[in-house]
Nanobody, 115 residues
Framework: QVQVVESGGGLVQAGGSLRLSCAAS????????MAWYRRAPEKQREFVAS???????DYADSVKGRFTSSRDNAKNTVYLQMNSLKPEDTAVYYC?????????WGQGTQVTVSS
């Protein structure tokens, strides 16, 4: 069973930075892509960022220019560097790994941005 574990969340002031990590139990290049989603209180889950096996990256418009995804293949880990954080970035952030038709989700990590 594939496991995906997020870490790095916390409380930060507006304008600050956090780096989230997502560690997979298997070689991450075996996945088609890995992505970050978030769910804010009383809102639906939304896409944040993704990185494909080939290294292509995609971002939600709301985070472009502020968030950057990256990976360390040797550590089977992907990262989400979040800069210039805003209160509206407050959410539980989830990592998912996709292989074929299967999506493997982590438990999420809370990010809270105070104004």
């Amino acid at each position: 069973q594939v496991q995906v574990v997020e870490s790095g969340g916390g409380l930060v002031q507006a304008g600050g930075s956090l780096r989230l990590s997502c560690a997979a139990s298997e070689w991450i290049l075996a996945f088609n892509s890995m992505a970050w989603y978030r769910r804010a209180p009383e809102k639906q889950r939304e896409f944040v960022a993704s990185i494909t096996r080939g290294g292509s990256k995609d971002y939600a418009d709301s985070v472009k220019g502020r968030f950057t995804s990256s990976r360390d293949n040797a550590k089977n880990t992907v990262y989400l560097q979040m800069n210039s954080l805003k209160p509206e970035d407050t959410a539980v952030y989830y990592c998912t790994a996709t292989r074929g038709t299967n999506d493997y989700w982590g438990q999420g990590t809370q990010v809270t941005v105070s104004s």
